[in-house]
T-cell receptor, first 113, second 116 residues
Framework: QKEVEQNSGPLSVPEGAIASLNCTYSDRGSQSFFWYRQYSGKSPELIMFIYSNGDKEDGRFTAQLNKASQYVSLLIRDSQPSDSATYLCAVNPPTDSWGKLQFGAGTQVVVTP | DVKVTQSSRYLVKRTGEKVFLECVQDMDHENMFWYRQDPGLGLRLIYFSYDVKMKEKGDIPEGYSVSREKKERFSLILESASTNQTSMYLC???????????????FGEGSRLTVL
């Protein structure tokens, strides 16, 4: 079993709709959770991080964390064509304090006009 | 802005060759990482360094070594390249200072290595 799992997609979303991305992780003691965006041919960039159960909003992005269910999600509201990218979920294992993240394989999002 | 620069964007090497991938960051970050990215497998950590001359193995260190002689530079070495090392290699850096999320990695543009 992979430590961080995501649906590979592609997730096709009409422009203006909400994109919902899911991620599950296996290590129950994990404390820090990150969403990176990676455009085709580019390197990943951090867009959200969350530590506490519940929701965290930043502009059109909302990260949701449920540690009991070992589940973290990313919502993209009012999706734009510029949101078309691969979204990587990353988890900081409990044994690590250096930021050595475990990454999922990523979910490709395609926003259609 | 943090800048992480990888010396080569594209390399083609032959099996058995020694390969050097160089990475330089300009923000005085303590931590530097080498990941490889393969379709369907995501990013996998090869090696990590938290200080000059310090290194730790990641999840897939076999066939690789690293060098960190200066704080800003972290090199990945393939002693004898093999075809299964054909991949995208990503260097990243991060800082342990307050104000930054511990998992906030700044990535270079990547080095796509093909081993024939």
């Amino acid at each position: 079993q992979k430590e961080v799992e995501q649906n590979s997609g592609p997730l096709s979303v009409p422009e203006g709709a909400i994109a919902s991305l899911n991620c599950t992780y296996s290590d129950r003691g994990s404390q820090s959770f990150f969403w990176y965006r990676q455009y085709s041919g580019k390197s990943p960039e951090l867009i959200m991080f969350i530590y506490s159960n519940g929701d965290k909003e930043d502009g059109r992005f909302t990260a949701q964390l449920n540690k009991a269910s070992q589940y973290v999600s990313l919502l993209i509201r009012d999706s734009q064509p510029s949101d078309s990218a691969t979204y990587l979920c990353a988890v900081n294992p409990p044994t690590d304090s250096w930021g050595k993240l475990q990454f999922g394989a990523g979910t490709q999002v395609v926003v259609t006009p | 802005d943090v800048k992480v620069t990888q010396s080569s964007r594209y390399l083609v090497k032959r099996t058995g060759e020694k390969v050097f991938l160089e990475c330089v960051q300009d923000m005085d970050h303590e931590n530097m990482f080498w990941y490889r990215q393969d379709p369907g497998l995501g990013l996998r950590l090869i090696y990590f360094s938290y200080d000059v001359k310090m290194k730790e193995k990641g999840d897939i260190p076999e066939g690789y070594s690293v060098s960190r002689e200066k704080k800003e530079r972290f090199s990945l070495i393939l002693e004898s390249a093999s075809t299964n090392q054909t991949s995208m290699y990503l260097c990243a850096s991060s800082t342990r200072t307050s104000g930054r999320a511990p998992g906030e990695l700044f990535f270079g543009e990547g080095s796509r290595l093909t081993v024939l």
